[in-house]
């Protein structure tokens, strides 16, 4: 397979001056009709008249009128054409029903659908499908189908055939069509110029009432994108539809976002605390992209940071103000550490913009995505807050309607604040972690602190050379006030100090806060000292860090050397529990521990080889010496934080839920699951009935429950998929890999079906000494699907290899047990181009 590089990037031969589609709809034979006009680009160096084509028939290709052989290439096809503008017209047959990719032109439970990003346009037609070659759409849909959408405005409809006309100049990728048995559920919005726009969620009937949280959310959005960012809408209609079989969240086609069911339907008896929150976020970030991704795109796929990093940086800041921003951005921070640490510290590490890739898919990353957002985030903190809202609306007024690179994105800030951003560039140019860490000398009233910075070396970057790293610290004196408010400190040099001056009595440094760079830090604090930090930093984020350091050492110490649980940070911990004064969310929040798979990594970056069975047994032991010493705590935080009220969503009650669910879970380890088994009786709404059948599972009592629960929601395939993950998830990791196989043969295990398959297996992969049981059972297991999955699916199969990223932290015999399931998919014949070069790049 061909590997793309950024540095070849040259601009496309041709300009488009319109784009025509007819679809004549059939399950197994639609006829794609299109007429483009293209004009020779001035500005281009490479004359070729090239389009991208991928599993389709030709039936005719004419140009101005006259028809034309091309020759078909790997990519598409090429001819020649003439010097000046030209008409190319094609008719070319797809075939939905077959395409069990879910990428171009696809059936879903008898509904029509596509999903165009990155390249799946190609799949629809002959097309130059690339994100720098924009052009206004008018499509004509023909089918017999009520609903009928693409993008832009509708300029027809009749019975079994619609027109619409998209104004704004688009990439291919944000093409999309939607046809089918749909219902809509209607709002509407008005922009703060006055434009009314009708609103439209569209689901398939039944889902009917899982709409109206989605539709406010989509309307909290647009309001607070005028009022943050300056951005007002730019159609007469917005619409969304749920599609049940989708290989990723959400999709942000211009005017016609198309989402996975899972990230858009909610009602408070199917769905949990956490997918409302989830849901909101991602109507959000869609939305948001219309400036973020749509009216300014990618020149080219290796930008594609440009849109998702910024996107996913509006969209948390975003959910901050809905919520609280606190628990928003330690939720943030517990994922960064989840999914792009491992990423950014084993084989896949790339940069945020990649410099190469075989498949544009695999790079759909937690570093794109999530470090792209810490990068942004850094770049405000650097610049300030005023600076950042002049330099965003520099680069709207500079690049609307263009297609950009991170050069242009960075020089808005150049322009706005006269600084210089060579150096900062580099957090999209390395790739790896950096580590800080902080060293500190007393002189008379004088704390100086020493940092060093070290990225360790990467395929992808084997020179790392040192970053900008914005380092917010504080200062708390021992009686527990703040002495030193944040200041941000510009770390540039490998190594660097600062000095704090008239100080009376030392201070302790409150280094990092609010996670102000992704890096791993080191600091040489006391226990004492963190206990001091966690009783009375001024920070919230850095209070819950030094928790979180206290219990990761505590379990470090059980796992390597049989200590038992720190009683400091046990009681540490106790009293912000107990702090009334407390939000119940950050409480909730206290009360969690690192996950199985954080400690392996910090085993592991150690140099210890982590044993997945002594980790877990690890976990469970703290959790029930929690559990114990805070017996008399429990029951009164459960009762207090019981939500009496009819069920919101909102953050007030899903905090107090939160709250009053971890209680739960510490109760049942000395209840045996009395409780939890009444609140499954008395749920009402799916946050308690999921979280009671959880901890009833935990303590061997979840048989007749899960029956109930399966008879109850046997029609409801998202509530389904959490039956199914639910056990996956909790399962005893002795026989987990045994229940997983039970599921797999359950006669509503549709593994086409990304949700359902993820719900199974990708629970599975996250079950951490399940999947690494020492026999290797899971290893198998998980390969065989993998290989199962792959001829259908490739994206999906792709996206899970990442299971067996971290391998190579493990003992050798789990690593040939690894090696030897990698090496077994990758022998697979016709293996996709997307799993073979995950699994080369994890293989090393
Ligand atoms: N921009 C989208 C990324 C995407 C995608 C979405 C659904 C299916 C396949 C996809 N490939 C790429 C989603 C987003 O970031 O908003
Ligand atoms: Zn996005």
């Known amino acids: 397979h061909q590997t793309i590089y950024l540095a070849d990037y040259t601009p496309y031969g041709f300009i488009i001056d319109s784009v025509a589609l007819q679809f004549d709809l059939d399950p197994h ?37 006259k028809p034309v052989t091309p020759k078909f290439t790997a990519e598409g096809l090429t001819c020649d054409v003439p010097d000046g503008p030209f008409l190319w017209e094609a008719e070319v047959e797809i075939d939905p029903t077959g395409n069990t990719a879910l990428e171009g032109l696809y059936m879903s439970n008898g509904m029509y659908c596509t999903q165009c990003e990155a390249e799946g346009f190609r799949k629809i037609t002959y097309y130059p499908d690339r994100p720098d070659v924009m052009a206004v759409f008018t499509v004509t849909i023909n089918g017999p189908h009520p609903v009928l959408l693409s993008n832009g405005n509708p300029i027809s409809t009749d019975t079994h055939s619609a027109q619409w006309h998209d104004p704004w100049p688009k990439p291919a990728y944000l093409f999309a069509l939607v046809a089918g048995d749909l219902v809509a559920h209607p709002g509407s919005f008005t922009t703060k110029s006055g434009r009314d726009v009708a609103l439209n969620l569209y689901v398939r009937p039944g889902d009917e009432g899982k709409c109206a949280f989605g539709m406010q959310a989509l309307k909290d959005s647009m309001k607070w994108d005028e009022e943050v960012y300056g951005r007002e809408y730019d159609l007469d209609l917005f619409n969304i539809v749920a599609v049940d079989d989708f290989n990723m969240g959400a999709m942000e086609n211009k005017g016609l976002n198309v989402f996975n069911s899972s990230a858009v339907l909610a009602s408070p008896a199917t769905s949990t605390d956490m997918n409302f929150e ?21 020149r080219d796929w290796f930008q594609l940071c440009l849109k998702e990093g910024l996107t996913v940086f ?58 792209g957002a810490e990068v942004i985030g850094m770049l405000k903190s650097l610049v300030g807050d005023q600076a950042y809202s002049d330099a965003v609306d520099l680069y709207f007024d500079r690049h609307d309607g263009q297609a950009c690179t991170i050069e242009d994105w960075l020089k808005v800030f150049e322009d706005t604040t006269s600084r210089d951003l060579t150096q900062f560039k580099r957090w999209y140019s390395q790739a790896g972690t950096p580590c800080l860490s902080v060293t500190e000398d007393w002189d008379h009233g004088k704390l100086t602190l020493n940092f060093k910075q070290h990225t360790p070396p990467s395929a992808a970057t084997p020179d790392p050379q040192p970053q900008v790293l914005p380092i917010a610290v504080g200062l708390i004196d021992q009686d527990g006030d703040e002495v030193e408010p944040t200041v941000v400190l510009e770390m540039t040099q490998a190594e660097q100090s600062f000095v704090f001056d008239n100080l009376g009595t030392r201070p302790i440094a409150s280094v990092l806060r609010g ?33 979180r350091i206290l219990a990761r050492k505590s379990l470090i110490a059980m796992i390597l050397e049989g200590k038992n649980p720190n009683k400091d940070w046990l009681q540490g911990i106790r009293a912000v529990i107990g702090d009334e004064h407390l939000d119940p969310a950050y409480r909730a929040l206290m009360l969690g521990l690192p996950s199985q798979s954080e400690l392996a990594r910090a085993l592991a970056e150690d140099g210890h080889t982590p044993d997945p069975d002594i980790i877990y047994a690890a976990v469970e032991t703290t959790s029930d010496a929690m559990a114990k010493s805070y017996a008399n705590l429990v029951p009164t935080l459960y009762m207090r ?35 939890a088994q009444k609140q499954y009786d008395a749920a009402d709404n799916m946050t308690q009935q999921l979280n009671a059948l959880a901890n009833l599972i935990r ?44 599921l797999t043969k359950h006669a509503d295990f549709n593994w086409k079906n990304p949700n359902r398959f993820r719900s199974v297996l990708g629970a599975f992969a996250a079950n951490h000494a399940g999947f690494h049981h020492a026999s290797g059972a899971g290893y198998r297991l998980l390969a065989d699907w993998l290989i199962k999955l792959d001829p259908v699916n490739p994206q999906t199969t792709a996206r899970m290899c990442s299971a067996f990223q971290t391998w190579k932290r493990y003992d050798a015999n789990r ?22 070069e995950m699994l080369t790049r994890i293989r090393g």
């Open 515 to 547: 996670f102000s760079a992704p890096v791993v830090l080191t600091q040489d604090l006391s226990d004492a000292d963190r206990a001091h930090l966690l009783a009375h930093d001024t920070d919230p984020f850095n209070r819950w860090e030094q928790g």
């Open 641 to 675: 934080h019981t939500v009496t009220e009819a069920y919101q969503p909102n953050a007030a009650q899903s905090g107090k839920r939160a709250l009053a669910n971890a209680a739960l879970s510490l109760l049942t380890r000395t209840d045996g699951g009395t409780a």
């Open 699 to 742: 303590v061997g009592k979840g048989s007749t429950a899960l029956q109930v629960f399966e008879a109850q929601w046997r029609n409801d395939r998202l509530v389904m998929d959490k039956w199914f993950g639910l056990q996956v998830t909790e399962a005893d990791p002795e026989d987990a890999h045994e229940v997983v196989e039970t």
């Open 278 to 298: 989830r849901i909101e976020a991602i109507i959000a970030h869609e939305y948001f992209h219309n400036w973020t991704g749509n009216r300014i795109t990618c």
């Open 815 to 836: 690593q040939d047990m690894i090696k030897t399931e990698l090496d077994r998919i990758l022998a697979q014949p016709k293996l996709s181009r997307d799993t073979k």
């Open 29 to 65: 034979i639609t006829r794609v009709k299109s007429a483009i006009a293209f004009h020779p680009n001035p500005e281009a160096t490479d004359p070729t008249f090239l389009l991208n084509g991928e599993n389709l028939k030709l039936i005719s290709a004419k140009i101005d009128g």
């Open 314 to 371: 509006r969209d948390s800041q975003f959910t901050s103000d809905m919520r609280s921003a606190p628990v928003k951005r330690i939720g943030d921070v517990i994922d960064l550490r989840a999914r792009q640490f491992p990423e950014d510290q084993g084989p896949l590490a790339h940069p945020v913009r990649p410099a190469s890739f075989q498949e544009i898919n695999n790079f759909y990353t937690a570093t794109v995505y999530e470090k």
